[in-house]
C-alpha cells in the first residue's frame, strides 16, 4: 500500500533525488569529535559569510572545513562518477556485468600511480600518473579493438580485459621491486582505496570533470535507450552507434580516471548502484540515470562514514565495496528475477 502511495505521488523519486543532501549533513557530523547538527549547518553558513563563531571552538571548525567538508564532497563525487558511467557502460555493452572498470582504466589508474609512488613523493604527481595512465590503458584497448573488423563490442571488451591484466601484471611487479619499508606499503594502501588525504586542492579537477561528465550523460540520456536495443535498432532510428559509444566511452573514462585517481580502486560501485537503480525505477534512462548518480553518491558517502567510523583505524573502500557490494547485488539478483 505504502509503495503504491510513493508511485503514485513520486515521492520514491524525491527522496532518491534528496537522499545524497540527507547524507551528506549526517556524513560531517560523524566521527571521532561529536559535532551536533545545528552546529555544522552554523559552521558551514558562517563560513559563505565569511564569519567566525566565538562560540564554537575553533577545533570544530576547521575539523569541519579542512577535513571532513572536502572528504565528504570527494566521496560524493566519485560515488556519482561511478554511477552514471557504470549506467552508461551497462547499457552501451547491453551487459548487466559490465562496469566502470571494464576496459583497464582501473588497472592502468593503479600502475601509474604505483609508478609516480615508486619514483616520485608528491601527492598531486601520485594523481597525475595515476590520471594519465588510466587513459593510456583504455587508448591502448581501443586502438587494439581497432584491429579487428569483426564484432567492434566484443574485440574492444577483450581488449579491455588484457590491457587491464597487463597493468595489473606491470603493478605486481613494481610491488616487487618497492622497498618492503617504504614504498610497498604505500603502493598497497593506494591500490585498496582510500579518501584520507583529500584536501581541498583534489576537488577542483574531480569536481569540474565529473560535474560536466554528468550533465553530459543527463543530456544523452534517450541516446543511451536507444543504444540499449542494439546497434540495428539505433541504425534503423537514425543513430551511429559506433560514433556515439565512442563518446561516451570517452566520456565515460576521463570520469572514472579523474575518480580513481583521487580515490584509489575502488571496485563494485559502478556495478551494484546501476542494478539498484533498475530495481527501484526501471531501465528507462531518463530516471535511471539521475537515480544512479544520487545512489552512488549517498552510497559511497555511507561506505567512507563506515571506513572511518567502524574500528580505531581506517577500513580501506576498497575493502568494504567489496565485502558490502557482493552481498547487496546477490539481494538484488534475487528481487529483480525479470533480468536487467
Known sequence: MLNKIFERKGWKLTFILLLPLIIFIISIMLGRYNIGPFDVIRILFSTGLGEGLPDIPNIAQQLILRIRLPRILAALLVGASFGATGTA????????????????????????????????SEQWQ??????????????????????????????????????????????????????????????TFWLLGSLTGITWDNIGVLGVVTIIGVIFFMMIRW??????????????????????KVIIIIAATLMTAAAVSVSGVIGWVGLVIPHAGRLLVGPNHKSLLPVSVCLGAAYMMIIDDIARTLLPGEIPLGVLTGLIGVPILIILMRRNRTGW
Open 89 to 120: 557502460f551497462q547499457a552501451i555493452f547491453k551487459n548487466p556485468l559490465v562496469d566502470s572498470n571494464i576496459l583497464g582504466v582501473t588497472s592502468g589508474a593503479g600502475f601509474g600511480a604505483s609508478l609516480a609512488i615508486l619514483l616520485l
Open 126 to 187: 601520485i594523481q597525475v600518473s595515476a590520471f594519465i595512465f588510466g587513459l593510456l590503458a583504455v587508448f591502448l584497448a581501443f586502438l587494439g579493438s581497432r584491429l579487428y573488423k569483426s564484432t567492434p563490442i566484443l574485440v574492444l571488451t577483450l581488449m579491455g580485459i588484457l590491457i587491464g591484466s597487463l597493468f595489473s601484471s606491470l603493478t605486481a611487479l613494481l610491488k616487487y621491486v618497492a622497498d618492503p619499508l617504504d614504498a610497498l606499503p604505500a603502493i
Open 223 to 244: 541516446r543511451l535507450n536507444i543504444l540499449s536495443l542494439g546497434d540495428s535498432e539505433a541504425k534503423t532510428l537514425g543513430i551511429n552507434p559506433t560514433s556515439n
